[in-house]
């Protein structure tokens, strides 16, 4: 059975790990080829808010702060947020901690529809949020032909679901390299691939709408069904036995986890392993209450991607890393490392 947490020490953890959240923010705007005072940042964010009266800084800083790091950290918050919910829902759907929108296809689903919008002008009926539109459809169609590959008998183990998982992210993923490099528009050819690999240096004040909105609904949504990914986790017998709707409550899993990996695919490309290794992780210390995993990995995921950015931004400057090839080499020996303890506690 899951053991019971006290209400206390989770609020107490989320209010340590919001403070660190603001503390990483004001950080990672302040470090970079220009560097600026942390004081100033924050009385830069205070002053375009409206709390405070201008002060000593110069327009260049506050431009800096304002126009180019702020949204960038806003994003890599809303992306390694939403990406670890994603992470943990997906494990608990599969009951397997090697479980991830990435691994799993959904993430390389998204990028072909992205890719469709941007590259072929798919969606173009949507407007600003066509790329978006793409991305969601993309996922929800690798999702179900995972879903349909893994099952065997008519149930779905965790070990087909990976398999097929891979099969499909290599599948569309070398779909997605296809269209991107047969594309006549060599200029475009080059911004998509840039995109594929992950990052965040293209986020605007404008591309922060959607996914905060997005991430907002979708962690609610699953915060709510809390209960229902423990019983989950615990086999389907014993879910169905709780009372647990799971033909229903996995269709609207798959919804929501397909809409939040579309969306934060379509703002920052394809960025892996953070659905893997932040939900582990969480469930290492913490334990495996979903009414504490989901809100602790929210916050943990926005707090590596602040701070794997800040790091794809400045270790090799002026040369900037895609963030997705920093998580990649992170997240693939992290990945080896989970399969074989999970392989040594199975013996």
């Known amino acids: 059975m899951i053991q019971r947490q006290s209400v206390r ?19 990672a705007i302040s470090i970079g080829p220009v560097q600026i005072p942390p004081f100033d940042v924050w009385q830069i964010a205070l002053y375009r808010m409206g709390f405070i009266e201008q002060g000593a800084w110069s327009l260049a800083h506050e431009n800096i702060v304002w126009l180019i790091r702020m949204p960038r950290t806003l994003m890599a918050i809303f992306v390694g947020a939403g990406l670890a919910v994603v992470g943990v829902t997906m494990q608990a759907l599969v009951r397997n901690t090697l479980a991830d929108p990435y691994l799993l296809g959904i993430s390389s689903g998204a990028s072909v529809g992205a ?14 949020y066509a790329v978006s ?37 290599y599948l569309f993923s070398g779909l997605t390299s296809f269209i991107t490099l047969t594309s006549d528009d060599r200029e475009l050819a080059e911004q998509l691939l840039a995109w594929l690999l992950g990052s965040l240096a293209r986020a605007d004040w404008i591309d922060l709408t959607l996914p905060a909105l997005v991430l907002a609904i979708g962690t609610l949504f699953l915060l709510l069904q809390a209960r229902s990914l423990n019983s989950l986790a615990m086999g389907d017998e014993t879910a169905a036995t709780l009372g647990v709707d799971l033909d229903k409550l996995r269709r609207q899993l798959f919804i929501v986890a397909s ?14 392993f ?20 989901l809100p602790v990995s929210l916050f943990i995921g926005a707090i590596f991607l602040i701070w794997v950015d800040l790091f794809a931004r400045t270790a090799f400057a002026p040369e900037e890393l895609p963030v997705g090839v920093i998580t990649a080499l992170l997240g693939g020996p992290f990945f080896l490392w989970l399969m074989y303890t999970t392989g040594q506690e199975g013996n």
């Open 133 to 169: 539109l793409g991305a969601f459809l993309g996922a929800i169609v690798a999702f179900i032909l995972v879903f349909t590959l893994a099952q065997q008998n008519g149930r779905v183990t965790p070990q087909r679901f990976i398999l097929a998982g891979l099969a499909i992210s």
């Open 115 to 128: 890719v469709l919008a941007i590259g072929v002008g798919l969606f173009r009926f949507a407007g600003v």
């Open 9 to 27: 020490p989770l609020g107490l953890t989320l209010l340590i790990l919001t403070i660190v959240v603001i503390l990483s923010v004001i950080f």
């Open 259 to 272: 809409l939040v990996t579309g969306v934060m695919v379509a703002v920052s490309g394809a960025i892996g």
């Open 274 to 293: 953070i659905g893997l290794m932040i939900p582990h992780i969480v469930r290492l210390i913490i334990g495996v209450d979903h009414r504490w995993v």
